[in-house]
């Protein structure tokens, strides 16, 4: 069984940062699948944060874009998303995502999630 952990979370001040860390139990997890952050907050859908693909195209939802960076370390097994400037607004639970689109069905995987509060 896949897992994905994450690592990197805690609590910050506005305007400061937090890098977050993903690694899978799998290689062939970061030799094929896309990977992504997504976070969530009480009473809220989980979103869509940054997403990167297997060749390292990237795509961050518009309240990340130029604040986060998200990469990838394939021979290492990691996934990272660098958050400055970070608000109160991106408080949530940060979860690791790997997907694979295959012709007729889907795999993918979630991590347990970190926590990231930013508050003065």
């Known amino acids: 069984q896949v897992q994905l952990v994450e690592s990197g979370g805690g609590l910050v001040q506005p305007g400061g940062s937090l890098r977050l860390s993903c690694t899978a139990s799998?290689?062939?997890?970061?030799?094929?699948?896309?990977m992504g952050w997504h976070r969530q907050t009480p009473g809220k859908q989980r979103e869509l944060v940054a997403e990167?693909?297997?060749?390292?195209?990237?795509n961050y939802v518009e309240s990340a874009k130029s604040r986060f960076t998200i990469s990838r370390d394939n021979p290492k097994k990691m996934m990272y998303l660098q958050m400055n400037d970070l608000k109160p607004e991106d408080t949530a639970i940060y979860f690791c995502?790997?997907?694979?689109?295959?012709?007729?069905?889907?795999?993918?995987?979630w991590g347990q999630g970190t926590q990231v509060t930013v508050s003065s």
């Open positions: 995502h790997a997907i694979f689109k295959f012709p007729t069905n889907v795999s993918e995987f």
């Open positions: 799998e290689e062939y997890i970061f030799r094929f699948y896309e």
């Open positions: 990167i693909t297997s060749g390292g195209s990237t």
